[in-house]
């Protein structure tokens, strides 16, 4: 029964978002901006209002997007983001001039990150996602559309970003 569950929810978020189903949250302090699944719930802000995390319909899996200031040397906040937490193996780092991307397993999950850097050196816009390693292929459309449309802007704490 739990299998069925399971794929009626891939079904329902797989035939969503490729329907075009998606909204867009957008963090009023810093900017950060990504689109999220139609039908994925939004948490509590946090106190310090830097973004939101969104859960599955069936809460297996979450997308938080958020902002932070860069406030160390690149190559610092770089190393920082990219290196595993505990417990998680990174199989997979880029980096372009203003982005990096980390990617990896933590046990039976697959978390995926991706910041930018706006505002001229100052704010990381980052999304992170987290679902089951048995459903990669069924949210591989689900993590390229939301990092691809991750983008930072003007919020309240981001002085004279354009």
């Not at 909204?23 to 509590?44: C, K, L, Q, S």
């Not at 859960?55 to 902002?67: E, L, M, N, Q, Y």
């Not at 816009?125 to 390693?133: C, E, F, G, M, R």
Request: glycine share 12%; net charge positive; hydrophobic share 40%.
């Amino acid at each position: 029964m739990r299998f069925l569950g399971a794929l009626a929810f891939l079904i329902f978020t797989f035939t969503a978002a490729q329907a075009g189903d998606w909204r867009t949250y957008r963090n009023d302090r810093f900017g950060a901006a990504a689109d999220i699944p139609v039908g994925w719930r939004m948490g509590e802000a946090p106190e310090n209002d830097d973004g939101r995390v969104f859960t599955s319909p069936d809460g297996r899996a979450s997308v938080t997007v958020s902002g932070s200031y860069a406030v160390l040397p690149r190559f610092q906040e770089v190393e920082i983001m990219t290196k595993p937490g505990a417990g998680e193996t990174v199989d997979y780092k880029r980096q372009g001039r203003d982005w990096i991307v980390a990617s990896g397993r933590k046990g039976d999950r697959i978390f995926y990150r991706k910041s930018l850097l706006s505002c001229g050196g100052t704010v990381w816009n980052s999304v992170y996602l987290d679902y089951p390693a048995a459903e990669k292929a069924a949210f591989d459309p689900i993590v390229a559309h939301v990092a691809g449309s991750l983008r930072g802007g003007k919020g309240y704490g981001t002085g004279n970003c354009r």
